[in-house]
């Protein structure tokens, strides 16, 4: 059993830490506040081959597993950049087309993820249904040749950016009509598509979306994969999406935590460091301990989906998100705290990280949700709700 990643896992971190570094947190920030997008980051990182490390070398991508493309979002975050795309683009979508997409979907969108030339959103959420997916009502009925979708959805990633929106929706069987879950390709100019910008509180790049799909014609190739497996391939995707965010969560709170210590160790308001004082120095050590037990489990999970094991990486990668959310939230409150006055003031950029470091305790599952999760599926629980 290995506790520390492989040679070269830790080059290929070395390499992205240094390229993150080169753009880092004034970047990050003041293209947010300009509300434009990472465009110059995200292309040299396709480029350079950081977003598509997860997908398959035939068509462009590193050949690597989740892990790898976790440890790219991790040194993102760490360097000040926590890019949502990389959850949702290679990570969610890439990992279900290149599993499950027809021959030719995975010619079509592989390679432009794997590149950054081609982004795709993930939309799950509802607004009548929230944490509760079984009562999506987003649906496809068959029509012609082609399906035709309606329905909305909230708090939708990055679609001004995307080409397309990776729906997930319930097809109808025109037999039975009963209601299948299923995955569709749905392109971001389709007549009857609409997005409209929620606006948030959060310094980010990222903008969110609501959706309304109203009698959105769709061709019979925007069904994704095995019209049969529409829930197990939603759930090859969600793993993943844990293991991201745990990962972009663990990064973030680096970042907070690498800001807090050079503070610390500079600023003096009693003739020494303020860092030699318990009351800063206890907190940053629990905050280091919290993070580091974060990352372990994060890798976990990444070991676990990699080598297949999907129910064990289910429970290693919740477990995961909830570990790091909550060090995340405290790195950056205890950085915050760490710096005084100047923890909220724009030059340092930690008053913004306050409001995103809430984001790993919500999405893309919340906190109590994953309690639940854990308290039926780990301790044998009975189901709350
Ligand atoms: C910045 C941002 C980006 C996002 N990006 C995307 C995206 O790209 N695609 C996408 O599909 N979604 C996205 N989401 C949505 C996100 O996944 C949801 O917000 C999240 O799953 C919670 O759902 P909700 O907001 O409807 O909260 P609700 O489900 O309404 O929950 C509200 C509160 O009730 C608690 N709660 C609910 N049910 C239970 C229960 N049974 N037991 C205990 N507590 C419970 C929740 O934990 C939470 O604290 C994004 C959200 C944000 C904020």
């Given at each position: 059993m290995r506790f520390t990643e492989s040679d070269e896992r830790l080059a290929l971190r070395e390499a992205v830490r240094s390229f993150a570094s080169s753009y880092g947190g004034d970047y990050y920030r003041a293209k947010a506040r300009e509300g434009a997008y990472l465009t110059e980051l995200w292309a040299e990182a396709g480029k350079l081959g950081y977003l598509g490390a997860n997908l398959p070398e035939e068509f462009?991508?590193?050949?690597?597993g989740i892990g790898d493309l976790a440890a790219v979002l991790e040194e993102f975050s760490a360097a000040g950049c926590p890019t949502l795309m990389m959850v949702v683009s290679p990570a969610i979508c890439g990992t279900v087309l290149a599993r499950f997409g027809t021959p030719e979907q995975r010619r079509r969108w592989l390679p432009g993820i794997a590149s950054g030339e081609s982004v795709l959103a993930f939309a799950i959420t509802e607004p009548d249904a929230g944490s509760n997916?079984?009562?999506?009502?987003t649906t496809a009925r068959p029509d012609g040749d082609g399906w035709v979708l309606s329905g909305r959805k909230t708090f939708i990633s990055g679609v001004d950016v995307a080409d397309a929106v990776f729906v997930v929706g319930r097809m109808e069987?025109?037999?039975?009509?009963r209601l299948a879950p299923a995955l569709f390709m749905v392109p971001?100019?389709?007549?009857?598509f609409e997005a409209r910008r929620i606006e948030m509180d959060l310094v980010s790049p990222d903008h969110q979306f609501a959706l309304f799909m109203d009698g959105v014609r769709l061709p019979a190739d925007a069904l994704v994969g095995d019209p049969g497996s529409g829930l197990m391939q939603l759930f090859a995707g969600l793993n993943p999406e844990r293991i991201m965010a745990a990962s972009l969560a663990t990064g973030s709170a680096l970042h907070a935590l690498e800001r807090a210590v050079g503070y610390a160790s500079q600023?003096?308001?009693?003739?020494?460091?303020?860092?030699?004082h318990q009351g800063l120095s206890h907190p940053l050590a629990q905050v280091k301990v919290e993070v580091e037990l974060a990352r372990l489990m994060t890798q976990k999970a990444a070991a676990l989906y990699d080598a297949g094991d999907d129910a064990g990486a289910g429970e290693a990668a919740n477990m995961a998100k909830y570990a790091a959310g909550e060090a995340s939230a405290r790195a950056v409150d205890q950085a915050v705290q760490t710096l005084g006055g100047n923890g909220l003031a724009?030059?340092?950029?930690l008053g913004a990280a306050v409001t995103a470091s809430r984001l790993g305790r919500i999405a893309p599952v919340s906190r109590e949700m994953v309690l639940n999760y854990v308290a039926q599926h780990s301790l044998g629980l009975p189901k709350s709700y």
């Open positions: 462009g991508g590193g050949g690597g997916a079984h009562n999506i009502t069987d025109t037999a039975t009509g971001t100019d389709a007549p009857g600023r003096e308001v009693w003739g020494r460091p303020i860092g030699a724009t030059e340092y950029g």
